[in-house]
């Protein structure tokens, strides 16, 4: 994937790209049906044969725009510039639209991973998982992630091979 080959040094090979689960735009895309519900109906229901009705549609639509680009386009951004990336030497967390952040963890130090699904979560394959470092630092949350338990399960493979050199590398599942 583009978006990870910039990230990789030259002996890393790429395991695994995740972004969060599409249902956290779900709210987002519901958000915005109700946006264009709602400055529909104003432009609807406005009295057309006043002086000032083209004024106050063009600040209707300002205000759905504004509305639109703060409530879906802004948090749709966000999702697709948050990045969880797998290879076989680290665990890397990209995000951020203008101020970009970013997170590595060397699998060398991978203490524990563990995951946390509800029940809406199993039903739509999405969770948390939570990564516990040997380092001074805290761990990484990675929220939302797709198939949280596969993505577990290839972290302790990944972990295993960085600590095993005759173990194989690389994508496997």
Known sequence: MAIADRYL?????????????WT????????????IGVVGTALFFMPW????????GGVVVAVGVVAALAFWFVPMLKWATT??????????MRDGIISKQGRDMPLTRVNDVSFNITLWERI??????????????EGMV????????????EIYR???????PDYPTGPQG
Do not use: K
Request: cysteine-free; overall charge negative.
């Open 49 to 56: 044969n006043e002086d000032w009705s083209l004024i106050a």
């Open 83 to 92: 990045v969880y990336i797998l290879t076989n030497r680290r665990l890397m």
């Open 24 to 35: 956290l735009l779900a709210g987002e895309f519901v958000a915005l049906l109700l946006i």
């Open 158 to 164: 990944q972990v295993n091979a960085a600590q095993r």
């Open 142 to 153: 990675l929220q939302r992630v797709p198939r949280p338990q596969w993505f577990q399960s």
């Open 124 to 137: 739509m394959r999405y969770g948390t998982l939570s990564i516990q470092s040997a380092s001074e630092q």
């Open 9 to 21: 040094s030259d002996d890393e090979e790429l395991v695994y790209v995740a972004r969060q689960h």
